[in-house]
């Protein structure tokens, strides 16, 4: 009976240590990191300005990037040169989408120091993270001297080593993370320009495709975007009142949101949420009218169904013109995606390569439409107002409804102009930019939101 009772009297303690290490890891460990990492002053306090050299520049270096690695038949290396200022370009225009987060890089002729710092605010331990990266000139490829998070200093080795092994994680291929880091023979640099030499990285374009497939598996199973037979059924309907106006000549999209968000209505009233029918409701619509290439992350439309309903080429147009169908739907499927920052990111980096010569030039109209099918999407899948804009679904077939006025607006102006004015940090686009945020307020669907019990 003794035996029997201290074994008895053990369980209690082994519960306890449980629940120790529990907290441990669940709530000391991480505030112990945080204390770490966290910082009171910010290291970055400016990105540099946005302009269309930085827009057009990321746009070449990544073709290149992507053409040369991708060359495996050849063993030629290729050579990148790229200058601090444009490296700066690209880094403000990435992080332009980011809330809170900002970085800058000098390169000199000891090495390239860049320095990152995110915005964390109600953070008790300070409210800025700040990480910086120090790579050193070598003929003998990449050499990260340390990088640093907050007070916790990381050898270079160790940094690149990590890096090596998240990579070799997502990507697929034997090892490919560790051959993409070792396709980089030297890093040199002279003149605040850096001087990057690289060859190409033989199964990296298997590679890549292997790992999309791995990644639609992921999205297949997560379902991040909402349950894809609910947007099916979205598409399916949009299939079918296409074919019921189609061949009159130049449709608005009203029609189409008018129709979508009257389904999306019918199914809330039998117990869907009325969020997540608009949700469906949008990426069936960008989908159907604006790239099939939108279900590579929704997973929703098969071969079949496609082939049975293939999206419309033309003739649904937004102020009678299909370039601001495309950039409303575009921007409200980002909004789903991602954040409204990133989309109205993206819509601007659109516009700073258009404003180069050959294309069709910075457009306000353009970001109007952006601007607009951001706020819509905000809308529809906000709680508080979802089912409002279900009800004022009818009424969606007037475009003054939900979108704004283009008149005086700009667009169609040049590289050398835009620049000339001051570029996206001017008062002359922030003055435009208000104007637009002014009339989308205005409108109808968003002037008076009533509650909706």
Do not use: W
Not at 270 to 275: E, R
């Amino acid at each position: 009976m003794a035996r029997q009772n201290k074994k008895r009297n053990h369980k209690p303690g082994f519960l306890a240590i449980g629940s120790i290490i529990a907290i441990l890891i669940l709530i000391v460990i991480p505030s112990v990191l945080l204390i770490y990492i966290s910082d009171s002053y910010a290291l970055v306090k400016e990105t540099a300005n946005v302009d269309t050299d930085s827009a057009v520049k990321a746009k070449k270096i990544a073709k290149q990037l992507y053409t040369d690695m991708l060359d495996s038949s050849s063993p030629q290396r290729s050579e990148l040169t790229i200058s601090q200022n444009e490296i700066n370009g690209i880094i403000a225009l990435a992080m332009r989408g980011i809330k809170g987060f900002k970085g800058r890089a000098n390169v000199t002729s000891i090495g390239i120091k860049g320095a990152f710092t995110f915005y964390v605010p109600q953070n008790p331990f300070g409210d800025y993270i700040n990480l910086s990266v120090t790579i050193d000139p070598s003929p003998n490829g990449l050499v990260v001297n340390n990088v640093s998070i907050g007070s916790i200093e990381i050898p270079g080795t160790f940094a690149v080593s990590l890096a090596e092994a998240l990579l070799n994680k997502l990507l697929s291929g034997e090892a490919m993370g560790s051959r993409l880091v070792n396709a980089i023979e030297s890093v040199q640099v002279s003149n605040a320009k850096l001087y990057l030499v690289y060859r190409p990285v033989a199964g990296l374009r298997q590679a890549i495709n292997e790992t999309r497939g791995k990644a639609r598996e992921i999205r297949d199973d997560l379902a991040l975007l909402g349950d894809p037979k609910v947007v099916r059924h979205h598409y399916e309907m949009l299939c079918k009142f296409h074919k019921k106006i189609s061949g009159i000549g130049d449709i608005s999209l009203g029609y189409y949101l008018s129709s979508a968000f009257s389904f999306a209505e019918k199914r809330s009233r039998a117990g869907a949420k009325p969020a997540e029918e608009n949700q469906a409701a949008l990426l069936a619509l960008a989908i159907f009218l604006g790239s099939a290439n939108f279900d590579s992350v929704v997973g929703a439309i098969d071969e079949e169904t496609f082939q049975r309903c293939p999206p419309p080429d033309d003739h649904i147009v937004l102020a009678g013109r299909d370039d601001l169908r495309l950039h409303f739907i575009f921007s409200a499927a980002l909004k789903i995606i991602s954040d409204s920052g990133l989309s109205f990111a993206i819509g601007e980096f659109k516009e700073l390569l258009d404003s180069q010569q050959g294309g069709s030039g910075f457009s306000f109209v353009d970001l109007a439409a952006d601007r607009a099918g951001i706020r819509f999407a905000e809308r529809a899948l906000d709680d508080a107002s979802a089912l409002h804009i279900q009800r004022r679904a009818s009424g969606l077939t007037e475009e003054k409804t939900f979108f704004p006025s283009i008149a005086e607006l700009p667009e169609g102006i040049p590289q050398q102009v835009f620049t000339a004015r001051g570029g996206i940090e001017s008062s002359y686009y922030k003055k435009y930019l208000t104007t637009i945020n002014t009339r989308i307020d205005n409108l109808p669907l968003y002037k008076k939101i009533a509650p909706v019990f």
